[in-house]
């Protein structure tokens, strides 16, 4: 059974829209030619310091492989002059001069020591002050081995030798120490002719990378410009695809993705064109009527002539008022944002009678019986409030316009497990089969109908819908009386928000 509704006693608050503020925050423009040259210079620099380091241990290390076998062959003579003196005593044969370090190879960068020390550690040769080795049982007998150490402050390489002595009895044999110790200034100064040697070409070389880096960037970025060129050659109104057979192919997505935005800009621009042009066509037929009423008005000089005359002033201003109302209401539905950043969580059934009671009086004007069914629980969806409440009105406007006096409209809100459903129902003249996909065009009207209006009811319905991901079906009234009346039945299918509502059958209409 249908719920009639009352008109309101208070008037619904009005829709009032407030363009959303936009912060516009401060940008820095970036070069990619610069970021690009920053990513490859900067691990450059980086590593060239470390590349220095690493050379320079390396250089070290070089240098230090010649010396070491000097040292270790004069470790190699020493060990050989120790001798034993009656299986007791050790000692040090000296040259001819008595000089054992006359025997070395010295020179006068370097200052050479050596040491021999006997079986207990006594002293047999050599400078006192060179240092022993640490932990001597962890090294072996008969092998030269290399440490770095100091003496008198000054750091040296030293290299020693464990010499096995063997005893006159069966115990184990004891062990003698060789060293001989030698400063670094000769290392240092090859490690030093090496870095030189290393260094000073990358001198020259590091400028000749950045200038090639540099061309190569220029010479790699070069299709941008000419990109840029291109867009710039052209004619202000010229939205036609950009050829990307002459761009990179890594420029080709970005040439794609401005190609489809220059398809969508020509598809706005065309729509506003199409509209301009059919608003400046239809408007002409509402002003030239007005105009003409005027005249004939101000030409009467009998009473009742321009008392009609004025009439039909009013009803022309009515219809143009109406007119431009609805290009303005099909404005704003195509420029509403599709991206559904404007919707909100919305009961459908409370919209629709707010709605349903801003008609309730024109429908008494009408002599028509206005109805709202709603069911029992909350339908949710999301959506723009004042979009659907444009919608719904021109759902209602058109049922009542195309409704004879004393029939009735119902606007009827329920839902199935995953939709909502908005229905308007009428019992006027319906719409044939043929003319239900014509219907939803601009200033498309029913040849024969007699109704005034504009056509773009069901247009802005349409592109409303679309905006929210709904469906609009055309039926005949499945409760219609009269064979030569079989209304209209508008169907919109929208998704739930929160498909949580009992289920319901599903009816089919013809």
């Known amino acids: 059974m249908k719920a009639r509704e009352a008109p309101a006693d208070e008037a619904d608050d009005d829709d009032w829209f407030e363009p959303p503020t936009t912060e516009q925050d401060d940008t820095i423009e970036h070069s990619l030619f610069g970021e690009i040259l920053d990513w490859m210079l900067a691990p450059l620099l980086l590593l060239w310091p470390m590349s220095i380091a690493i050379t320079y241990l390396v250089a070290k290390g070089i240098a230090n492989q010649p010396f070491d076998h000097a040292l270790e062959d004069s470790v190699t003579v020493?060990?050989?002059q120790v001798k034993q003196a009656d299986g007791a005593m050790l000692r040090h044969v000296p040259d001819k001069n008595g000089k054992?370090?006359?025997?070395?190879?010295?020179?006068?960068?370097?200052?050479?020591y050596y040491l021999v020390v006997g079986p207990r550690g006594e002293y047999l040769n050599g400078d006192r002050d060179l240092p022993?080795?640490?932990?001597?049982?962890?090294?072996?007998?008969?092998?030269?081995?290399?440490?770095n150490d100091t003496i008198h402050g000054t750091p040296v390489r030293v290299a020693f030798s464990y010499l096995d002595i063997p005893s006159g009895n069966d115990d184990e044999p004891s062990r003698a120490l060789v060293q001989v110790a030698e400063t670094l200034e000769k290392r240092a100064q090859l490690a030093n002719e090496i870095i030189k040697g290393v260094i000073l070409p990358q001198f020259i070389i590091l400028p000749v990378i950045l200038a090639l880096v540099w061309f190569a960037l220029a010479r790699g970025l070069s299709p941008l410009a000419q990109l840029q060129e291109r867009i710039r050659a052209r004619p202000p109104d010229d939205l036609s695809p950009i050829e990307s057979g002459q761009v990179p192919e890594e420029i080709t997505p970005l040439v794609g993705s401005l190609n489809e935005m220059l398809a969508r800009l020509s598809l706005s621009i065309d729509m506003q064109k199409r509209f301009i042009a059919d608003a400046a066509h239809q408007m002409k037929t509402p002003l030239a009527g007005m105009r003409m009423q005027s005249e004939l008005a101000l030409r009467q000089t009998d009473h009742d002539e321009i008392h009609r005359s004025l009439l039909q002033l009013a009803k022309s201003?009515?219809?143009?008022?109406?007119?431009?109302?609805?290009?303005?209401?099909l404005a704003r539905a195509e420029n509403q944002p599709q991206a559904g950043t404007a919707f909100e969580p919305i009961e459908l059934s409370e919209l629709a009678r707010g709605v349903v009671q801003d008609w309730v009086q024109a429908s008494f004007?009408?002599?028509?019986?206005?109805?709202?069914?709603?069911?029992?629980?909350?339908?949710?969806?999301?959506?723009?409030?004042?979009?659907?409440?444009?919608l719904l009105s021109n759902l209602i406007d058109n049922a009542l316009r195309y409704t004879p006096a004393g029939g009735s409209v119902t606007v009827r809100v329920r839902s199935t497990l995953e939709?909502?459903?908005?229905?308007?129902?009428d019992t006027g003249p319906g719409i044939a089969p043929a003319e239900r996909a014509h219907v939803f065009e601009r200033f498309y009207r029913?040849?024969?109908?007699?109704?005034?209006?504009?056509?773009?009811?069901?247009?802005?319905?349409?592109?409303?819908?679309?905006?929210?991901?709904?469906?609009?079906?055309?039926?005949?009234?499945?409760?219609?009386?009269?064979?030569?009346?079989?209304?209209?039945?508008?169907?919109?299918?929208i998704a739930l928000l929160l498909p949580d509502a009992p289920e319901e059958d599903d009816i089919t209409y013809g």
């Not at 070395?104 to 200052?111: A, E, I, M, Q, S």
């Not at 022993?132 to 440490?147: A, H, I, N, T």
């Not at 004007?365 to 999301?382: K, M, N, R, T, V």
């Not at 939709?419 to 129902?425: G, H, M, P, T, W």
């Open 78 to 80: 020493l060990t050989q």
């Open 100 to 112: 054992g370090r006359d025997f070395l190879r010295g020179d006068d960068v370097d200052t050479l």
């Open 132 to 147: 022993p080795p640490q932990d001597p049982d962890k090294y072996r007998s008969g092998m030269v081995l290399f440490r």
């Open 317 to 329: 201003s009515e219809a143009a008022t109406r007119l431009v109302n609805q290009l303005l209401a």
């Open 365 to 390: 004007a009408q002599h028509i019986d206005l109805g709202f069914e709603q069911p029992a629980y909350s339908i949710l969806i999301s959506g723009n409030a004042m979009m659907l409440r444009e």
């Open 419 to 425: 939709l909502a459903i908005l229905e308007v129902e």
């Open 446 to 493: 029913i040849l024969g109908s007699n109704v005034d209006g504009s056509g773009l009811g069901l247009a802005i319905v349409r592109e409303i819908a679309q905006q929210h991901g709904a469906e609009v079906d055309i039926f005949n009234n499945p409760r219609a009386q009269s064979p030569k009346l079989p209304g209209t039945l508008l169907r919109l299918s």
